[in-house]
């Protein structure tokens, strides 16, 4: 080939991957556009309105710095929104793991009905979660609640039990429903597991004469480590942002019995009306998920390396 | 091939091009205003008897085909925080329903304007307005609405239970209510005798607390609305210890109420299972001529305590700002709805009686009482004369400053948790206090 042509050829590859360059970045012009205006631009103003006053009532928004989250830290409902969120993870966290383990080791014994079972397991999580709770709530009512008449009714209670009235036991029923609905993903989740491990193992243990316990403990168990992490650390960040569950069921109540701090940021931004401190908190909250989420793509990571 | 693939990079990229355009074109499409002479309004209100709102405004509009109302409902548990981010995110109404205890807050928001300065005539109504409408409803002097209802918290009590435990007569201190309250317990005529609403998200919760303390002759706020109710052994802090003891000591009161909003105690005092309430008048209407099992059994006592004060309160229709910026058309239209809705027809209150004679709402516009189909149809559920007398002994809320709305909520809350024992009274009290102070502070 001539120079010249060589010269040609390449000026013309230039020129085609300079087209394909422009055609790219031209589709993906509007996805970025949309991207950033509903992620960037809300990120940047929550950002710039947690270092301003922003009262809705007060005209002006003056630059206070970190007084809002000064603010928001001194606020005696920040400690006990704390404190309430860790019991509501700590208590939720181990319920749904062990509810979902349990269920999990249930339906890979391959029973009659596995799939009515599985349909029935997994009809809790296709529940919108306003929708459970709303529900739930007029179950749980202690006036009236269908819970409380059918216990009523076979005599295990002699008078209706205040289910979301009592701060102990509205608590305990946030809990309850939370678990309800997240059960169903862990039970996926570790049958998933669980048909990975080759059944010879379990055989080969039964052999051995171990129990059912010492088969569960020392062959099942260690190999269900990856979703088992994997469940906890997704259902701790679940447990730590749930707000729609509180909002529908107890409104946070009763007293401030089930604020939790997903509820107190609602509070103090749209009760309150002072969007200053509703932002602090939100980056407050995003820290801490923002641990929890680099955590669960470490597992997960781990995970794909050991498989 | 090659001039298949150059077609399909430039076909897509024109493709791109006209659905862009056709998305703008369609956008501004959506977002042009109709045109057309009419003026529409919006209007906001709390979800209360629909219907009958709905059909004013049928009524108004044949009498205004120039208006279109469209009408917009909220609940009341959230009403004042829809409305806070519908005036702030440029979805504000042109005529709303307001509060005495939102007016400061509205006001120094920017949110609503005075009517005297749009419509002088409305200022002959004031002279015929009881006390506490008439101060809820004026700030600095200036007129800010035409009342929707105004009434009062008053004690309701099931007249048949209470004569049953052998009481003759309604109790007239919080000592008598635990007494008549324990004796119908005993008797196992009712298991739980009193039901107050204290659901926190339900804004009663407040003005009852106030109308509890203003009976016993205390107050909340002194005359520079410094909080007083936190003093120790103050009247307040003596009623919420009543209220706690009433919970969790005697165990008189409903353990539902935290659960349980205004409708749900309605419900409740209806079927028999309660006997003694606090509430807003128009609720012993509803339960003498509702569908309810107990149905005309229930009367109206003076508020118990040693002064027999009430709570006062006014709901009354606003205008906007941003009807006032829209120009004086929708000025002149709005005036004309507040006109019908909260003023006089043909020289008659006719919205306002109307809620009085469908529903038992209470009613600023005092000539009323004279009306003698209003006054036959309030002693068919009530007594106008009792009514009166209550009326007399009414005060409006203390402390209505621009924070107070936003007080109000951290309160329901403290109130809550010192009733049901996750914190001493004084200690809520003095918890609400901090808040206020601290309020005080953020707002100047």
Same mark, same amino acid.
């Given at each position: 080939?001539?120079?010249?042509?060589?010269?040609?050829?390449?000026?013309?590859?230039?020129?085609?991957?300079?087209?394909?360059?422009?055609?790219?970045?031209?589709?993906?012009?509007?996805?970025?556009?949309?991207?950033?205006?509903?992620?960037?631009?809300?990120?940047?103003?929550?950002?710039?309105?947690?270092?301003?006053?922003?009262?809705?009532?007060?005209?002006?928004?003056?630059?206070?710095?970190?007084?809002?989250?000064?603010?928001?830290?001194?606020?005696?409902?920040?400690? %006990?929104?704390?404190?309430?969120?860790?019991?509501?993870?700590?208590?939720?966290?181990?319920?749904?793991?062990?509810?979902?383990?349990?269920?999990?080791?249930? /339906?890979?014994?391959?029973?009659?009905?596995?799939?009515?079972?599985?349909?029935?397991? /997994?009809?809790?999580?296709?529940?919108?979660?306003?929708?459970?709770?709303?529900?739930?709530?007029?179950?749980?009512?202690?006036?009236?609640?269908?819970?409380?008449?059918?216990?009523?009714?076979?005599?295990?209670?002699?008078?209706?039990?205040?289910?979301?009235?009592?701060?102990?036991?509205?608590?305990?029923?946030?809990?309850?429903?939370?678990?309800?609905?997240?059960?169903?993903?862990?039970?996926?989740?570790?049958?998933?597991?669980?048909?990975?491990?080759?059944? %010879?193992?379990?055989?080969?243990?039964?052999?051995?004469?171990?129990?059912?316990?010492?088969?569960?403990?020392?062959?099942?168990?260690?190999?269900?480590?990856?979703? /088992?992490?994997?469940?906890?650390?997704?259902?701790?960040?679940?447990?730590?942002?749930?707000? %729609?569950?509180?909002?529908?069921?107890?409104?946070?109540?009763?007293?401030?019995?089930?604020?939790?701090?997903?509820?107190?940021?609602?509070?103090?931004?749209?009760?309150?009306?002072?969007?200053?401190?509703?932002?602090?908190?939100?980056?407050?909250?995003?820290?801490?998920?923002?641990?929890?989420?680099?955590?669960?793509?470490?597992?997960?990571?781990?995970?794909?390396?050991?498989? | 091939?090659?001039?298949?693939?150059?077609?399909?990079?430039?076909?897509?990229?024109? +493709?791109?091009?006209?659905?862009?355009?056709?998305? !703008?074109?369609? !956008?501004?499409?959506?977002?042009?205003?109709?045109?057309?002479?009419?003026?529409?309004?919006?209007?906001?209100?709390?979800?209360?008897?629909?219907?009958?709102?709905?059909?004013?405004? &049928?009524?108004?509009?044949?009498? *205004?085909?120039?208006?279109?109302?469209?009408?917009?409902?909220?609940?009341?548990?959230?009403? *004042?925080?829809?409305?806070?981010?519908?005036?702030?995110?440029?979805?504000?109404?042109?005529?709303?329903?307001?509060?005495?205890?939102?007016?400061?807050?509205?006001?120094?928001?920017?949110?609503?304007?005075?009517?005297?300065?749009?419509?002088?005539?409305?200022?002959?109504?004031?002279?015929?307005?009881?006390?506490?409408?008439?101060?809820?409803?004026?700030?600095?002097?200036?007129?800010?609405?035409?009342?929707?209802?105004?009434?009062?918290?008053?004690?309701?009590?099931?007249?048949?239970?209470?004569? &049953?435990?052998?009481?003759?007569?309604?109790?007239? @201190?919080?000592?008598?209510?635990?007494?008549?309250?324990?004796?119908?317990?005993?008797?196992? +005529?009712?298991?739980?005798?009193?039901?107050?609403?204290?659901?926190?998200?339900?804004?009663?919760?407040?003005?009852?607390?106030?109308?509890?303390?203003?009976?016993?002759?205390? *107050?909340?706020?002194?005359?520079?609305?410094?909080?007083?109710?936190?003093?120790?052994?103050?009247?307040?802090?003596?009623?919420?210890?009543?209220?706690?003891?009433?919970?969790?000591?005697?165990?008189?009161?409903?353990?539902?109420?935290?659960?349980?909003?205004?409708?749900?105690?309605?419900?409740?005092? $209806?079927?028999?299972?309660?006997?003694?309430?606090?509430?807003?008048?128009?609720?012993?209407?509803?339960?003498?001529?509702?569908?309810?099992?107990?149905?005309?059994?229930?009367?109206?006592?003076?508020?118990?305590?040693?002064?027999?004060?009430?709570?006062?309160?006014?709901?009354?229709?606003?205008?906007?700002?941003?009807?006032?910026?829209?120009?004086?058309?929708?000025?002149?239209?709005?005036?004309?709805?507040?006109?019908?809705?909260?003023? @006089?027809?043909?020289?008659?209150?006719?919205?306002?009686?109307?809620? !009085?004679?469908? @529903?038992?709402?209470?009613?600023?516009?005092?000539?009323?009482?004279?009306?003698?189909?209003?006054?036959?149809?309030?002693?068919?559920?009530?007594?106008?004369?009792?009514?009166?007398?209550?009326? &007399?002994?009414? *005060?409006? @809320?203390? $402390?209505?400053?621009?924070?107070?709305?936003?007080?109000?909520?951290?309160?329901?809350?403290?109130?809550?948790?010192?009733?049901?024992?996750?914190?001493?009274?004084?200690?809520?009290?003095?918890?609400?206090?901090?808040?206020?102070?601290?309020? &005080?502070?953020?707002?100047?």
């Amino acid at each position: 080939m001539t120079t010249a042509a060589a010269d040609r050829g390449q000026a013309r590859a230039r020129k085609s991957r300079l087209g394909r360059r422009t055609y790219s970045w031209a589709t993906l012009a509007p996805v970025l556009v949309i991207v950033g205006v509903f992620t960037l631009v809300p990120f940047v103003y929550a950002a710039w309105t947690s270092v301003h006053r922003h009262v809705l009532v007060l005209q002006g928004r003056p630059f206070v710095g970190l007084r809002n989250y000064q603010n928001a830290i001194e606020d005696p409902l920040f400690g %006990d929104s704390i404190k309430t969120s860790l019991i509501f993870v700590g208590v939720s966290v181990p319920l749904v793991t062990l509810a979902g383990l349990l269920v999990a080791l249930l /339906l890979n014994q391959r029973v009659r009905g596995f799939g009515i079972l599985l349909v029935l397991v /997994l009809l809790p999580w296709a529940v919108p979660t306003v929708s459970a709770g709303i529900m739930w709530r007029l179950l749980l009512h202690g006036d009236f609640g269908a819970v409380d008449g059918f216990l009523f009714r076979i005599g295990a209670i002699d008078s209706y039990i205040q289910w979301l009235s009592n701060p102990t036991l509205a608590m305990a029923s946030v809990i309850g429903v939370h678990a309800w609905r997240e059960f169903p993903l862990a039970a996926i989740l570790f049958l998933a597991g669980l048909q990975t491990i080759p059944p %010879d193992l379990a055989e080969a243990a039964r052999l051995d004469r171990a129990s059912a316990w010492q088969r569960f403990r020392y062959v099942t168990l260690p190999l269900l480590k990856a979703p /088992l992490l994997i469940v906890l650390v997704y259902e701790t960040i679940v447990a730590l942002s749930v707000f %729609d569950l509180v909002y529908v069921l107890t409104g946070g109540g009763p007293g401030s019995a089930t604020t939790l701090f997903s509820w107190f940021t609602y509070t103090a931004t749209f009760k309150y009306l002072n969007f200053g401190e509703g932002a602090a908190l939100s980056f407050i909250m995003a820290a801490v998920l923002l641990v929890c989420i680099v955590v669960y793509m470490r597992v997960v990571r781990l995970r794909e390396d050991v498989t | 091939m090659m001039r298949w693939k150059t077609l399909t990079r430039r076909g897509s990229i024109g +493709l791109l091009v006209v659905l862009l355009t056709v998305a !703008a074109a369609a !956008a501004a499409a959506l977002g042009a205003g109709g045109g057309g002479a009419k003026t529409s309004l919006k209007f906001d209100v709390w979800s209360y008897s629909i219907p009958t709102i709905q059909d004013n405004i &049928k009524k108004f509009q044949q009498g *205004h085909p120039e208006v279109t109302v469209s009408l917009r409902d909220t609940s009341w548990f959230d009403y *004042h925080d829809v409305l806070a981010t519908r005036f702030t995110g440029d979805n504000a109404p042109d005529v709303a329903y307001s509060s005495d205890h939102w007016l400061r807050e509205w006001v120094a928001a920017g949110w609503i304007v005075p009517l005297d300065e749009h419509f002088p005539q409305f200022k002959s109504y004031q002279k015929e307005w009881a006390p506490y409408a008439l101060e809820g409803m004026t700030l600095d002097g200036k007129l800010y609405g035409l009342p929707y209802y105004a009434d009062l918290v008053t004690f309701i009590y099931n007249d048949r239970l209470v004569k &049953k435990a052998g009481f003759k007569a309604a109790p007239q @201190k919080w000592g008598d209510v635990m007494r008549q309250a324990l004796a119908l317990k005993k008797k196992g +005529l009712v298991k739980y005798p009193i039901n107050i609403p204290l659901k926190k998200d339900d804004p009663w919760l407040i003005e009852i607390f106030y109308s509890m303390v203003y009976g016993r002759g205390g *107050h909340m706020f002194d005359g520079d609305d410094n909080p007083v109710f936190n003093k120790p052994n103050s009247p307040a802090e003596q009623t919420l210890q009543w209220l706690h003891n009433a919970m969790t000591r005697w165990k008189i009161f409903n353990p539902a109420s935290p659960e349980s909003a205004e409708p749900d105690v309605v419900k409740t005092m $209806g079927a028999g299972n309660s006997a003694f309430t606090v509430l807003a008048k128009y609720n012993l209407a509803e339960l003498n001529l509702g569908q309810h099992k107990e149905r005309g059994k229930f009367r109206m006592a003076l508020m118990p305590g040693g002064a027999h004060s009430t709570v006062g309160f006014v709901r009354f229709y606003a205008m906007s700002k941003n009807a006032a910026d829209r120009g004086d058309d929708v000025v002149k239209d709005s005036g004309e709805f507040l006109q019908y809705f909260g003023g @006089k027809t043909n020289g008659k209150y006719t919205v306002v009686k109307r809620w !009085a004679l469908e @529903k038992g709402l209470g009613f600023a516009n005092l000539p009323l009482y004279n009306d003698k189909q209003v006054a036959a149809s309030i002693n068919k559920w009530g007594s106008v004369n009792l009514e009166q007398k209550q009326a &007399k002994l009414a *005060h409006v @809320k203390e $402390g209505l400053t621009p924070y107070w709305g936003v007080w109000d909520i951290y309160a329901r809350q403290q109130l809550d948790a010192a009733i049901l024992g996750q914190i001493s009274p004084r200690k809520a009290l003095q918890s609400m206090a901090d808040r206020w102070e601290r309020l &005080k502070k953020q707002y100047g």
